[in-house]
Nanobody
Framework: QVQIVESGGGLVQAGGSLRLSCVVS????????IAWYRQVPGKHPREQRE???????????NYADSAKGRFTISRDNAKNTAYLQMDSLDANDTAVYYC??????????????????WGQGTQVTVSS
């Protein structure tokens, strides 16, 4: 059974910091690119989540332009855990943050095709 559990979100003032964590079980965590995505509340659920940062199994990182210089992604393969350190937060960072592989962990279901696994996400709210 695949489980993705994100934590660490909360309410923070603009300029503040948060550190998000996620633990993955049921999939080969260490073999995959791991990414943090975010989705702005109120947008249609089918709208694609924004990829904020990702990290390869060997530690190579990529960031969205909005995250460069402020966010740092890391991982601990021994613990199947990924982290997102977010500094200098502003109101535009308010969103639900999700952790997943890139591309997302999925399984093929005969009746419906590929089905992606997602955790419940963690809410980040930045007050201005």
């Amino acid at each position: 059974q695949v489980q993705i559990v994100e934590s660490g979100g909360g309410l923070v003032q603009a300029g503040g910091s948060l550190r998000l964590s996620c633990v993955v079980s049921g999939k080969p965590f260490s073999l995959n690119y791991i990414a943090w995505y975010r989705q702005v509340p109120g947008k249609h659920p089918r709208e694609q989540r924004e990829l904020v940062a990702r990290i390869s199994s060997g530690g190579r990182t990529n960031y969205a332009d909005s995250a460069k210089g402020r966010f740092t992604i890391s991982r601990d393969n021994a613990k199947n855990t990924a982290y997102l350190q977010m500094d200098s937060l502003d109101a535009n960072d308010t969103a639900v943050y999700y952790c997943n592989a890139d591309p997302p962990f999925s399984d093929y279901v005969v009746s419906t095709g590929y089905v992606d696994y997602w955790g419940q996400g963690t809410q980040v709210t930045v007050s201005s």
